[in-house]
């Protein structure tokens, strides 16, 4: 069984930055699709950004040029370096990994961590 451990998550003011790392264990996930999503208080969840086996990415158009997502396959981690936050960015985020589908689709992800929240403060 594979499982998704996010850390990272913290308060920091707007225009300051955070590093979200997520672990996988249980199998490597090396050839597997990797992705961070989102839910703000009263949202649905969103998603902010993926990785692909062959390091193509994808981002939600909010969070381009600031935010970068990357993978360390010896490591079985995925990472988010967020910066420039804003308010807005303020959310519960998730690690999701695997399953087959569009890369934004939250119902694509076969595994799914338990968060970690991020608040900036204005």
């Known amino acids: 069984q594979v499982q998704l451990v996010e850390s990272g998550g913290g308060l920091v003011q707007a225009g300051g930055s955070l590093r979200l790392s997520c672990a996988a264990s249980g199998r490597t996930l090396r050839n597997e699709p990797m992705g961070w999503f989102r839910q703000g208080p009263g949202k649905e969840r969103e998603f902010v950004a993926a990785?692909?086996?062959?390091?193509?990415?994808s981002y939600e158009d909010s969070v381009k040029g600031r935010f970068t997502i990357s993978r360390d396959n010896a490591k079985n981690t995925v990472y988010l370096q967020m910066n420039s936050l804003k308010p807005e960015d303020t959310a519960n985020y998730y690690c999701?990994?695997?399953?087959?589908?569009?890369?934004?689709?939250?119902?694509?992800?076969?595994?799914w961590g338990q968060g970690t929240q991020v608040t900036v403060s204005s």
């Open positions: 990785i692909m086996w062959s390091a193509y990415t």
């Open positions: 999701a990994a695997g399953g087959y589908g569009p890369l934004a689709n939250p119902s694509k992800y076969s595994y």
